[in-house]
């Protein structure tokens, strides 16, 4: 019997986890800074928040994880995105009751869709996105694309571009929609199984249908410009108008749809031009959506707008673009121990080092010297701390400073305000960051 991971989902190695560490930390700081802030809902909710009426997504018909436990009629699946239950938090909590809106929200966590495994496509992967629920204002559209794009920029990435179309409103839709089954009407027979399904439930997915994109009839396909209405047009020409006055750089692409079916107004996407992206090149997409926080039975006329960005394929970018997130760094201290006795008290000093806050490890596996040394060196050890036999007895420990090749032995009870020192010094001379000359902080100072 052999134990596997299933299709699709990828562990998470410590290897790994300093770089998603930091791109999580980096997302959560930008949010900080816009005053998002975060909402946890649970994994698996009642399969009708993501399966709503007349949806024609693939994502809601072919790729949703859903399953009752024996014994129970309840349906439940596994979160395919995150905007439906956060919308249905917001509302069953009646967030919309706060004087100040929008609500301004950001989650991070796993979603599962059973979707072709691919470079760039799993069935278990990661999204971090935003919502802003509850204005409907150009500025609240701006607002979240300019958080998208700042964040993207600031890890580095230049092979990026903004993709940017809008659906209108409702009465927009719909028009643009009759316009679409009129036009599609003698083609339907030669469109793909998928947007047979489309021309009846949401005509305006055939334009997004990747399997029929180079049909003749495609390219003559009515175009949703010409059926927005006065308000529409107005909207979107105010989104673009500030998106101009920031520098913000975008392309308007009339085809852009998105995959989910409860969009209004405003869609966009980010997408990666690098070569190394191959076909899996969206890293981020969003949109505003009109009807959703109504559906859930929140107040009429309620709207909100956000994107998520999937982590395995920001990390894909960057990675295609050379850019590397966090080296692994060394810890502070590492715990020889050459004398089985004195284990117990390298212990100690272990436990006084970390309640100091210094990094520290020790050898756990009673290694000899030689074995011990090395881990201390794989360890990237910025000090190397030696208990022998004639440390323990003075209860006095070796401590070797790696970089600066030094050796001295200290007194247990001095040892913290040793390496106090030692730290003080060394981050003078190199990377003390920020201080000019004549700084008088205390690391300065006492130079
Ligand atoms: P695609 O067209 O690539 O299937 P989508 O329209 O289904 O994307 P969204 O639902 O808008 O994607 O999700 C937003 C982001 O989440 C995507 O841009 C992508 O970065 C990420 N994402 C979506 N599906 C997957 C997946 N199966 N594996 C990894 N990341 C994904
Ligand atoms: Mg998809």
Redesign the pocket.
Known sequence: MTYQIPRGTADLLPDDSPAWQALEQHLKDFCYLYDFREIRTPIFEHTNVFKRENDSSD?VNKEMYTFTLPGSKTSLTIRP?GTAGVVRSFVENKLYASPDLPAKLYYLGPMA?H?RPQK????I?N?FGVESLGAKSPYADAEVMVLAYSILKSLGLSDIRILLNTLGDDESRSAYRQALKDYFAPYVQDLCGDCKRRYEQNPLRILDCKVDHDLDCMKHAPKMSDYLNEESRTYFRTVCEILDRLEIPYDVEEDLV???DYYTHTVF?IVSVNREMGA?S?????GRYDNLIPYFGGPEGMSGIGW???L???LIALQAEGISLQEAAGVDCYVMVLDEQARLFAFEVLTALRAAGYQADMDFQGRGFKGQFKAADRAHAKHVLIIGTREFEQQAVTVKNVAAQTQETVQAGALIEYLDGQEAAGEHGHHHEGHEEGCQCEACRGE
């Open positions: 994502m995105e869709r979707e760039g496509r799993l069935r992967f999204q998105r995959g989910l996407e899996q969206t890293v981020l997409a969003g998520a960005l999937g395995e394929r920001l």
